[in-house]
């Protein structure tokens, strides 16, 4: 099975067919958080897109190599224009919580010195790392293994100073009068290739500031940053072009090129990065090695909205899973949740959404446990799930099509809850059903996730025995042990109702 996958580049569906000649190893830079706050899930609804197609990969037989950058430093607060200009997102930071201590509203654990950004950066990298393994992200994995696998810009500083001397030696960049590095959008005929926009067309003020001074010394509206001397940052390494700070585009194709290779396979980052980061990036990328690609496949998730507008820090309409959790969700069901809408369509984020994404895996868990306990009765060859893992493979094929999957798996789970057990014809045992179940999940990854995060750590199971205990009580008239069941299972967190059609439950979320 080949996967075919939306390339942001070619604006094409490709089949993906990656660099190394064995046609077996596949390298992927995801462009991950910069760590100023908790991340919201939002960015989680990028990073697990990539995750996905990670693990879709890993399904397939390729061996993925996996580089998230964690942004702490260089981050500007106007980098959706070109220019870079505002303030660094990590100073911006170390005041607010500096603020938020005189106020007594300091996170737990936060460094509140408005001169350390370092400390800022330290604590919300760990949140970031925290929250991750929590939502089943493989790359945190790997970098407890080889933390290079998740690098940090500061890292990186001489191999930024190295880039950005080829890109003067080449006449790709130049010092401008205001002794600031810029890029020569206009030495690069490719620019724009990847987003659409044109020299000619671009205005870097557009949707943003305009630094009429920066302007002025730049050879084109469109140049960008890639070092700026500042004395005054908190954050400066000396250069040959002062003590400063490099471009926030300019660590990504660094840290890509230094820990992957020149060319890569794939590139991964929420819609936003489109412009101008990853447009700079392969302009960056492309003149520094003089290869013809950087990156082969650009894979880009939509934005998760609320109430139909993009999920945002600066609009206030966000959750992190922290707030998610406090409110009862759990890390399998807001994995699912963020994962189950095609990454190329806008996701909308609600509580309803995420109480259906509970009960799907309360459905699939309870199907687990009970082939786990069965897996040694006869059935046939090729039971719905075995088939199943087929379809859910080709959708996953077809450009990334989760919800396609799902439905194929969830076809699978219905026939077990008509018949129980599939007739068996005797040649084989429930043990390829399971199988084919728990391969599935190597790409959903939420069976194993409740333990690791949240408060809903829920055995299926136990819930399933008690309402059955409470069935039995009831026909026997002990009203007394069926109430008491009752209350043993709110104390679960869950909650229960008896109507014509049964017993059902459903998982408290306030
Ligand atoms: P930041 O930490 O601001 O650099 O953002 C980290 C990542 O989250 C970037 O790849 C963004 O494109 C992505 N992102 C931000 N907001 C959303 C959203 N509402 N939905 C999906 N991705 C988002
Ligand atoms: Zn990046």
Known sequence: MQLKLHNTLTKRTEGFTPIDPDGRAVTFYSCGPTVYDFAHIGNFRAFLNADVLRRTLEVLGYK???????????????????????????????????????????????????????????????????????????????AKRDPSLMPRPTQYIQEMIAMVETLIENNHAYVASD???????????????????????????????????????KRSPADFMLWKPDATHLMRWPSPWGEGYPGWHLECSVMANTLLGAEIDLHSGGEDNIFPHHECEIAQSRCATGCDAFSRYWFHTRFLLVDGTKMSKSKGNFYTLRDLFDKGATAAAVRLELIKTHYRSNANFTMQGLKDSQRQIDRWRRLKDWLTKHKDVAAHLHGPLVIAKEQFLGALCDDLNVAGAIGALNEAVNAYAIDAVPEGSGSSTLEFELKALLEMDQVLGVFDLDTLGGSGDLDVSKVDALIEARLTARDEKEWARADEIRDELLEMGVAIKDGPEGTTWSRIVQ
């Open 179 to 217: 002794g600031v590095v810029y890029f020569s959008v206009q030495s690069f005929s490719a620019y724009g290739e990847l987003s659409g926009n044109t020299v000619e067309t671009l205005r870097s003020g557009e949707g943003g500031r305009v630094d009429m001074e920066t302007q002025a010394v």
């Open 64 to 142: 993925v190599n996996q580089v998230m950058n964690i942004t702490d430093v260089g981050h500007m607060t106007d980098d959706a224009v070109a220019d870079g200009g505002g303030e660094d997102k990590m100073e911006v930071a170390a005041t607010r919580l500096a603020e938020a201590k005189k106020s007594g509203e300091l996170p737990e654990g936060a460094s509140v010195d408005p001169s350390d950004p370092m400390a800022v950066a330290e604590f919300y990298a760990a949140a970031f790392m925290e929250d991750s393994a929590a939502l089943g992200m493989r790359i945190v994995d790997d």
